[in-house]
């Protein structure tokens, strides 16, 4: 069990690691064309979704490092692990996601505010770029999700939607390019204040969820139920006495009281939980570790 716990940490930090390589080549790619569209094209929201790029590549890097952090076994001061750590992580992603989103609103409202008529009309090279950043991004959040959920990260999930906020930001950028050039060019920059309202959006998204993972908040009712009825399939489990669940970084703890057989020996009542014990930790790949204690049935106590 030791072994394949190992190695599952190493398989899940090696694919984070591809898909945050991946992050970081298309996120310089992006940010250096639409910053230069933006400067050529003289469109603001394309120069700001730029930033937004760039920002990207400096938050894939606060991912990998929590996902190599995460990853690390437990020792002698950490004996439950730094599951933890990736939730750190996926905080200071949210901040710089957030300070990021005030920057780009800041700027749209300046220029909301400035004079009009110096407003240019953004050139074809930023719409043109708009569509690729929308298309791009769209393909990463799909591609980053599908790795995040099979390895059960919450930096990588963040990661994801950091890449579907950039994809709304630059469909807002889109918006107000296509307005400007039909003789709205108030619209370009009004169209930083709406990409900075989709990214805060995210960023408070991803905060919460990674404190609720550090106040050991519990699992759903829905995994909790899983739990239950998986539980009552074994042999010799009359009923559940108690159960509790909380979450630790993107792992979970489970603590359990189930009731069998007063009247069994010692040995096979442990028997019992030991399998419960090993095929919850088997069936369920977040369970990381299990408490069971084991209570005699009530109807064997009741004549005592």
Known sequence: MI????LSYESSAAIAFK????????????SAAKFFAGIVAQSDAMISDAI?????????????????LSSKEADKEHPYGHERLE???AI???????????????????????????IPIPGILALFAAILSIVVKELMFWYTRHYAKMIESGSLMAEAWHHRSDS??????????????????????????????FIAKAAVDIFKDAVDKMID??????????????IMTHDGVNSIDLLKTREFGNRIYVELEISVDGYLPLIEAHEIAKNV?????????????????????SEDTAGD
């Open 217 to 230: 908040h519990s699992s759903s009712d829905e995994f909790e139920n899983a739990l239950k009825n998986f």
């Open 19 to 30: 898909v945050s390589r991946a992050s970081i080549a298309v996120n310089i790619f992006l």
């Open 3 to 6: 072994l394949i716990t190992i």
């Open 168 to 197: 709304l930001s630059s469909v807002g950028a889109l918006i107000g390019i296509v307005g400007a050039r039909m003789g709205l060019p108030i619209l370009d920059p009004f169209a930083s204040i709406v990409i900075c309202f």
């Open 87 to 89: 939730c750190v992580a």
């Open 52 to 68: 937004h790029s760039a920002s990207d590549v400096f938050s894939t890097i606060v991912v990998m490092i929590g996902v190599k």
């Open 277 to 297: 014990h090993d095929d919850l930790e088997t069936h369920f790949k977040k369970v990381k570790h299990i408490m069971i204690h084991v209570n005699p049935s």
């Open 92 to 118: 200071i992603l949210s901040i710089i996601l957030l300070a990021t989103g005030f920057f780009i609103g800041y700027d749209g409202f300046e220029k909301i505010s400035s004079d009009q008529s110096e």
